[in-house]
């Protein structure tokens, strides 16, 4: 089973997966939005890196259940 399938599948049966996936969209949207930016304030370049690293927190929790299925 490919990881896409197997995301698609958690997705559909999972819902910590489904609610990690939608968060780390949210967090997404929010980063592209800053990344369009020409000049970012302090508070926001602070709120980037925050973002940054919630986003990899999510990313790697949804692996993690993601191996598990794969087991």
Do not use: C, F, G, W
């Not at 995301?7 to 980063?31: K, V």
């Not at 930016?37 to 790697?60: F, G, N």
């Amino acid at each position: 089973m490919e990881i896409r399938d197997i995301s698609q599948l958690l997705y559909e049966q999972n819902p910590e997966y489904r609610s990690l996936l939608e968060q780390h969209r949210s967090l997404e949207a929010r980063l592209t939005e800053l990344s369009s930016r020409i000049y970012l304030s302090d508070s926001e370049k602070v709120e980037e890196v925050t973002l940054k690293k919630k986003k990899l927190a999510l990313k790697d929790r949804m692996q993690q259940l993601m191996r598990q299925h794969q087991t």
